[in-house]
Each structure stands twice: as structure tokens, then as C-alpha cells.
T-cell receptor, first 112, second 114 residues
């Protein structure tokens, strides 16, 4: 039981490049989330998926797209990376009857 | 939308002392308030949470109190130990909606001096 996994752990991009961050959970959770963490600002919600087949914008969605591929996987795509997207990205998942969210190990992304 | 403010941003205590971190929230519909601990370079991990129908909850050395009227909640750590040193985040959400996404405070860096 791996919980929530994320790939890659680290990534450096040049401005304008694209990439996809991968997230998978093996806890049979319905809800999945993408947050970004910047120094001194806590975690902010980018996108979430309340169930398979649905996605919705969070607090800071601009510059990102998501795909809920199936119940296990939720990916985050940067189409044209910008230095302002330098951050640590956390994926999380949660179950309907419980409220706790379980976080993945994070992806540290640097855009130069 | 929800706004969560957290104070202080840094807190230094001596080992064995108590630490208190306070948060206020803006949306009266919020009804779930978790606290996360994040060690350097690690993922946030839930340490305690409280629902709005409860005023206080304790788990060994940590406790959380909630004042719904004033819209604030606090984390209390007693008998602090060096391993309590970390960044602590409060959060709020409305679990009665399908969204259930968390709005986080900006974090408190707790340093426990041995």
C-alpha cells in the first residue's frame, strides 16, 4: 500500500516548455487534489476532482490543466511553463466518508 | 471564498514549554478544521482535526479548540520536545459540499530549543 505517489520528484524546465506531473493513489479514494506550496504562503489549491470524470478549478488554476485519467490517477499539466510556476507541487487524495486528505511526497519544480 | 489567517509565523519555545498557534477563518460555512505538521522537505501530515460540532479535542500532548462564534481555532502543544520542531499549518473546509478542498493558513515555524 504505497498511499499517494508522485513523479517526478524534481524537475527543471525552461520558460515555455511543457510537462505533466503524475499522481496516483491506491487507497480507493474518490477525491483528488493538486496544491502548490510557495514559501510563506501555505498550500494553495490549483484543481480538484471530486470523483472520476469530474474536475474543477481551485484558487490558482491559471496556467494549468488537469486530467482525471481514472479513479487512481490525476495528472497536472503545464502547457507553457513560466518562472512564476516555480514551486513545490503536492497531490492529495481523500475519501467521501472521511475528511482527512493524504498528501503525496511532492514535486519540486524550477522554471528558469 | 474562504480565507484563513494564521499567527504567529514563527514561534520559539524551550523544551518542556507549551506552544499555541492561532487561526481565524472567514467563511461561516466551514465545518472541518485540520492541523498539519510538515517537516523540512517532507509532505504535510495530519496531526489532529476537529469538526464544528465539537469545541475541543485532545490527543496526548496536542489539543485543538474551536470557537465558532468568533471563527477562530487554536492548536495547543504541551510539554514540547525537539522533535515537535516543524512548520504547522491550519486549514478549513466545508465537508458538506462535494469539493472538500482545504484552504490553508500561511504556516507557523515552531522551533523547540533543547
Amino acid at each position: 500500500n504505497a498511499g499517494v505517489t508522485q513523479t517526478p520528484k524534481f524537475q527543471v524546465l525552461k520558460t515555455g516548455q511543457s510537462m505533466t506531473l503524475q499522481c496516483a493513489q491506491d487507497m480507493n479514494h474518490n477525491s483528488m487534489y493538486w496544491y502548490r506550496q510557495d514559501p510563506g504562503m501555505g498550500l494553495r489549491l490549483i484543481y480538484y476532482s471530486a470523483s472520476e470524470g469530474t474536475t474543477d478549478k481551485g484558487e490558482v488554476p491559471n496556467g494549468y490543466n488537469v486530467s482525471r485519467l481514472n479513479k487512481r490517477e490525476f495528472s497536472l499539466r503545464l502547457e507553457s511553463a513560466a518562472p512564476s510556476q516555480t514551486s513545490v507541487y503536492f497531490c492529495a487524495s481523500g475519501r467521501g466518508v472521511r475528511y482527512e486528505q493524504y498528501f503525496g511526497p511532492g514535486t519540486r519544480l524550477t522554471v528558469t | 471564498g474562504e480565507n484563513v489567517e494564521q499567527h504567529p509565523s514563527t514561534l520559539s519555545v524551550q523544551e518542556g514549554d507549551s506552544a499555541v498557534i492561532k487561526c481565524t477563518y472567514s467563511d461561516s460555512a466551514s465545518n472541518y478544521f485540520p492541523w498539519y505538521k510538515q517537516e523540512l522537505g517532507k509532505r504535510p501530515q495530519l496531526i489532529i482535526d476537529i469538526r464544528s460540532n465539537v469545541g475541543e479535542k485532545k490527543d496526548q500532548r496536542i489539543a485543538v479548540t474551536l470557537n465558532k462564534t468568533a471563527k477562530h481555532f487554536s492548536l495547543h502543544i504541551t510539554e514540547t520536545q525537539p522533535e515537535d520542531s516543524a512548520v504547522y499549518f491550519c486549514a478549513a473546509s466545508n465537508v458538506d459540499t462535494g469539493r472538500r478542498a482545504l484552504t490553508f493558513g500561511s504556516g507557523t515555524r515552531l522551533q523547540v530549543q533543547p
